[in-house]
Structures are given as structure tokens and as C-alpha cells.
């Protein structure tokens, strides 16, 4: 390719970005940054996460977690990896990640990628990349195009996370401020809330829906009573703090669009899921998505949006060399 020719698809994809990237800030991030600083890093990364989650298919959920974590939290800037520095709690022990798991993996990659192109792939990227991967191993294809060039913070505080991650008892209004608070709307809202189609929950999490919700002895309403019983059964009082709970009933391990036919049978697991259906237009996109092609294309366009939230580019933040620990 000529160079002039290669700078137009630069511009090219930079327009791109900028046109579709609702995401707050993001406009830096480009298709394939890695193309020449390092060309074997996508397909490696790819084939390590493949190789995980062959192994280990509950892997698949917790690496698209972290992606997001990382993301609501001072953006896709890889922070949730860091350890503490001294006394202050870091952002990944911060209550609302005390479930998160996966991290090896994310070390795993990152000491396989250094050898290749040492100093030049950043773990925000393997993070959006790997979160991608995992998600897209059962179809043995790239669900959507992640875009790259994020570099990674040099800060990580457990009590950056306050406030910005939703809880799982928060209402449609929480939900959507939260969201638009990070440039989503509420087509990404429910788009991503699919995710939930994977992976588990423990019964902490929802327990309050199914005992006593009012003070009458009763259960959240808006959960389907019979599927509420068994679930009491599953986790009763005291709740043990072990016992996991599977979001997408006998289908936590595939990535379908079954979490939106759940969720109309008011089988969605938490109380962030079941208000999902509380608000007229979101309802609407909970039934649209009910195609699996439909669903797949959303996501794939909310994912896109969510790794574009306040990412550093260009020479902001830094290249980490160990994603748990910043440069000295
Ligand atoms: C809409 C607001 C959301 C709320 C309130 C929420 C809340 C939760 C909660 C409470 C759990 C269970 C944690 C546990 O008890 O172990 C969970 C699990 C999970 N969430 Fe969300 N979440 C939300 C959105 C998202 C988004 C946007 C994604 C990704 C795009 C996501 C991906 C996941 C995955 C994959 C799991 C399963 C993790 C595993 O199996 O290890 N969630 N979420
Ligand atoms: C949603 O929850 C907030 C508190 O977090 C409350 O102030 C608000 O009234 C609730 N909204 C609805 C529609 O219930
Ligand atoms: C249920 O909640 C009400 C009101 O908060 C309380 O008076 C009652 O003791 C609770 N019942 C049980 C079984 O905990």
C-alpha cells in the first residue's frame, strides 16, 4: 500500500470513530492500532483467551466483567488491575468488585504479549480485546470490531468506584442517569444488560427480592413467584455467602439472547434487570432484542460505545509493563 493510501484509511477510520463513538470522550481509538507497532497482537491475544475459556467456560463471564468495571470506573483505562500502593485499597477491592475473578488470565496474556512487542500493548486493550474474545469463542469469529489505542492510568482507588457502578437494586431512573453519566443511552443500557446471559450471581445479590420485599412477608412482585421459590430454596436465609445463583437459567454458559425472553417471563435474576421492563421505551428494546441477530448487532455497537468511556490515547497514561503494577 502507498503511504498516501494508508494515510486516507487512517483518516478514514478516524471519521469512523467519531461519527459512531457516543461514548463519553473515545474519539482517539481507531480499528487495528496495533497493525505496525505490533501485528501479532490481536490473533494472540485471541488464541490465549480461546485457549482459557476452552478450558474454562466460566471464564467467558468474568472477563467481559472486568472490562466493564474498568470502564464505569475512570474509564477503560485498565485501573481495576492494579494493586494497592500503601494503605489506600485499590479499585479491584472495592465492594462492588469483591466478586470479580479472571485477573490471571489478564496477566497471562499481558506476559505473553510482552514477549512479542515488549513496552507496546496496553492493558486496556488486552482487557477490551480479551472481553471481546471471550464472548465470541463459542462462534469461533469476532463478534464486533474492538477498537484500540487505549492506554492505561497510573491511578486505582477503591473509593473511585463509589457511585459509579450501578447496584443490583437500583430502579430504571438510577440506571439510566448512571448510564448517561458515561455517554450511554438507554439502547446501550439494555443492549448491555444482555450480558447478563452469562455468568453467575451470588445470593446476596437479589435475596432481599424474595424475603419480606415489602414488609408483608412477601416477594418482589415483579419476580415471577414460582421461579421466586426455587430460588428460595437455592438461597435461604441466612444467606450463605458462597452459594452462586446462574443469571440465564440452564444457558449461563452461552452467549444467546435467552437473558431477554427470561427477563419478559419476569425471570430476570436482579432487581437491575427487572427494571429494565418498568420504563415504556426500554421495555420496547427488551422485546426487539429478542432476535438473536438483533441482539448480537446491538451488543456488539454498545460494547464499541462502553470501550470508548474517557479512554486515554496518544501520550496520556502509559504503556504498563505489568498490568498490576504502574511504571516507576
Ligand atoms: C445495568 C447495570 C448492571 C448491574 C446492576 C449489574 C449487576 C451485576 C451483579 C450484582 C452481578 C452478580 C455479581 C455476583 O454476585 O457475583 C453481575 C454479574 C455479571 N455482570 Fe452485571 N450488572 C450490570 C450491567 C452489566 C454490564 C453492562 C455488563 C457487561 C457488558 C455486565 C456483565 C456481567 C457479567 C458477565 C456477570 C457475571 C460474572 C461472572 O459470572 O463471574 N453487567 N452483574
Ligand atoms: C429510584 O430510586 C431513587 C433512589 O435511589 C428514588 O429517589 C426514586 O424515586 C426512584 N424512582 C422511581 C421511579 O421509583
Ligand atoms: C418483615 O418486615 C416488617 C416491616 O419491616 C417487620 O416488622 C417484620 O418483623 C418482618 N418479618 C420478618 C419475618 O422478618
Redesign the pocket.
Known sequence: MKSHQFLFLICLSFIVVGATGHGKGGYGLVRNFYRRSCPPAENLIRDITWSKVRSNA?LG??L??I??HDCFVKGCDASILLNRVGNDPSEKEARPNF?L?GFDVIDDIKTQVEKVCPGVVSCADILALSARDAVSYPFQRPMWDVLTGRRDGRTSLASDTNGNL???F?NFTN?QQL?ASKGLNVND?VA??G??T?????C??FSRRLFNFTGKDDMDPSLDPIYGEQLKKICPLPTNAAT?VE?DPHSSLSFDKNYFNILLKKKGL?Q?DAALLTDKKSARIVRQLQSPRTFFRAFGIS?IN?GAIEVLTGTNGEIRRNCRVINS
Open positions: 466460566a463471564a468474568r467481559l466483567r472490562h466493564y466478586a475473578s450501578p447496584s443490583a437500583a440506571l448510564f443500557l448491555l444488560s450480558a447478563h452469562i455468568g453467575v450471581a451470588h446476596g445479590a452462586i443469571m436482579l437491575s460494547m462502553m
